[in-house]
């Protein structure tokens, strides 16, 4: 017990070797893009984030210094100007080594309930964890790493804006709000705009949709040459919260595919990040 215990109380931050950070840059390529003061906070910011947060692999895992750096890497992008404390009120990374199954329940307006096993690559909980497969983190290089005509993918980054999303206890799309740091964002606004994105995405998608041949599933591997052209991925018309957590995926990974297809999206999220990308 005492030592499950250890794994979630803060420890001393512990300095990130050169050798060990310099790699990270090769294995993240997102981070070449930062100026020299900018890497040296993030990297700051990587060895605290390591101090707070457990990180524990499961089913013969075993985490080795670089896969927890890769993972807090890529965490600590989205709230590299807001602070660590977005991260606050939770521990917990649990790390598969690749795709893991959870039982799910759904309840028709019918009253029919219906149980199925869902396969998944990363999952956040109100109030942690999140879980991620290692397959998956391994497999989100920087944005040199995806086919053009493709959406750009980083399931770390997903599944962390989730956790801002769920800040003031619900993944509706839209986080809370800081009244020093956002200054002239307002839910109301912001609502407005994500619904308006989320409405023009959801049909544009379902027009796709209406292209597939009867013998292709929407989602499966068959039907990605139907969704290629989308800015984002197809999985953003679930509903507003995963729009929120995809969009986000690409205005860090490739911001143009955002800013190009919503910009008035994309000025919410720059200020949101507080990140100064050109308008």
Known sequence: MLRILGHYLSRRPDRISDTLWDAQIRAFPLLARFQAPTLQHLRAMCEQFLAQKSLVGVRGLELTASMELHIAAQACVPVSHL???????????????????????????????????????????????????????????????????????????????????????????????????????????????????????????????????????PDSAEADEFFRGLPLDAYAATDPAEFFAVSSEAYFMRPADVRDAFPQWYDLLRRFYLDQQPS
């Open 83 to 217: 602070g660590l404390n977005w991260y606050r009120n939770w521990r917990g990374i649990v790390v598969y080594p690749s795709s893991f199954r959870v039982r799910r329940k759904i309840q028709e307006d019918s009253g029919v309930v219906h149980e199925f096993d869902a396969g998944l690559s990363g999952e956040a909980w109100k109030g942690g964890p999140v879980v991620l497969s290692w397959e998956d983190v391994s497999g989100s290089p920087g944005p040199e790493g995806f086919l053009r005509e493709g959406p750009a993918h980083n399931l770390v980054i997903h599944e962390f804006v989730h956790q801002l999303d769920l800040l003031d206890g619900e993944a509706d799309g839209v986080p809370p709000f800081d009244r020093r740091l956002h200054a002239g964002l307002h839910r109301s606004a912001w609502e407005d705009v994500l619904h308006d994105a989320y409405e023009r995405f959801c049909a544009e998608v379902q027009m796709r949709e209406g292209e597939l041949p009867q013998r292709i599933a």
